[in-house]
């Protein structure tokens, strides 16, 4: 993607969403922390659920340790992979205390070097809890990068590289949250919804959703590839059909004669 197009693109998100946030719930960075660990393979729906009634119980370093495993077993166990979760956030906990002051830490090493804090945690520790511009790459960020042809890499560390690379100085604070948002709510990994989409005409992924039958303009544009590929499905079943017609004949006759020679 062109850089004139970069710019374009985040004009467009910073427009619809100037402010953007995390959509996990916290007042603190070690609440951030404690949410971020949580949410790994796990949607921020469920984790804020269950950070809502631990929060209020213990949301510093020594109140979760003195919360014990099954303590915090308790609040947490709704959340997919709980038990190494909980042990991690103990640990972490642990380390926070003995070695930062029970704080958390303003850098990616300290950060990287905490029980369940990986890569792309310590990055949305920074960038949402100390608003510095780094660019985590999740599932979402690295499906529509690459979509659109923002940054097209095999693994999310090549994507990463690239965006830090493509993306002006001024969008890069928020650009981790419009793209998680854009993946999240419009450009969903089974179904994006293209018709829909604020950057369609600047995206570069080949399979767009179509526009609803209703929507009569685009939907006349897209119609001969629609029926094309309408024909060739209704040739696929019919031959299918045939096929099966064709290999149940014999066997239902075969029966038919063993069943009336046994009868005999
Ligand atoms: S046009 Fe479709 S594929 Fe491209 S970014 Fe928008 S929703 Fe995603």
Known sequence: MKPAKVRELFERFKALNPEPVTEL?????????????????????????????????ANTPQAMLDLGSEGLTGYVKSIGLYPGKVKNILATCRILLDK???????????LEELPGVGRKTANVVLN???????????????????????????????????????????????AH????????????????ECPRCP???????EA??????????????AAPRVAKVTKRATAIVRKAAAVAKKSRTPVSRGRSRKTSRSAR
Not at 41 to 47: E, I, S, Y
Not at 178 to 184: E, I, M
Not at 215 to 221: G, I, K, M, N, S
């Open 128 to 174: 949402s809890a100390f608003q510095q511009p780094t660019m985590p790459v999740d599932t979402h960020i690295f499906r529509v990068a690459n979509r659109l042809g923002l940054a097209r890499g095999k693994n999310p560390r090549e994507v990463e590289d690239l965006l830090v690379e493509r993306v002006p100085a001024e969008y890069m604070l928020h």
């Open 100 to 110: 930062h002051g029970g704080q958390v830490p303003r850098d990616f090493a300290a």
């Open 177 to 192: 949250h419009w793209l998680l948002l854009h993946g999240r709510y419009i450009c969903k990994a089974r179904m994006p």
């Open 199 to 205: 950057v369609l005409d600047l995206c570069g992924y």
């Open 208 to 221: 767009k959703t179509l526009p609803p039958a209703e929507d009569l303009p685009l939907a006349h544009a």
């Open 25 to 57: 719930e916290h007042s603190t960075p070690f609440e951030l922390l404690i949410a971020v660990i949580l949410s790994a393979q796990a949607t921020d729906k469920g984790v804020n659920i269950a950070t809502r009634k631990l929060f209020p119980v």
